[in-house]
Nanobody, 124 residues
Framework: QVQLAESGGGLVQTGGSLTLSCAVS????????MAWFRQTPGKERKFVGATRWSIESLFYVDSVKDRFIISRDTAKNTVYLQMNSLKLEDSAVYYC?????????????????WGQGTQVTVSS
């Protein structure tokens, strides 16, 4: 079992920055990859970005490329999502996810574990 806990969400103005953290516990040796998804009310959960756990191999959705950065600290068992130049449309609940097998990074069902989510609200 793997447990995930997101933190760092909050209210930020457009153009601002925010960094989310995902603390990973449990059988971290089982983890193949980590990802961030986001969801707005009434919509399906959407891919934001992902990284392999053991090596640096990054994937991003086009709408956040050059603005968001995923990093991981395997010594601290933590994955980060640094969000810069935030836009109104970035407002969502952000979820951290862990997958335990080779995967399509953009597909939510390829992840086995999910955090509880953290709200990010971008205001004008």
């Amino acid at each position: 079992q793997v447990q995930l806990a997101e933190s760092g969400g909050g209210l930020v103005q457009t153009g601002g920055s925010l960094t989310l953290s995902c603390a990973v516990s449990g059988r971290t040796s089982d983890i193949w990859a980590m990802a961030w998804f986001r969801q707005t009310p009434g919509k399906e959960r959407k891919f934001v970005g992902a990284t392999r756990w053991s090596i640096e191999s990054l994937f991003y959705v086009d709408s956040v490329k050059d603005r968001f950065i995923i990093s991981r600290d395997t010594a601290k068992n933590t994955v980060y999502l640094q969000m810069n130049s935030l836009k109104l449309e970035d407002s969502a609940v952000y979820y951290c996810a862990a997958g335990t097998k080779n995967w399509n990074p953009r597909i939510a069902r390829d992840y086995d574990y999910w955090g509880q989510g953290t709200q990010v609200t971008v205001s004008s």
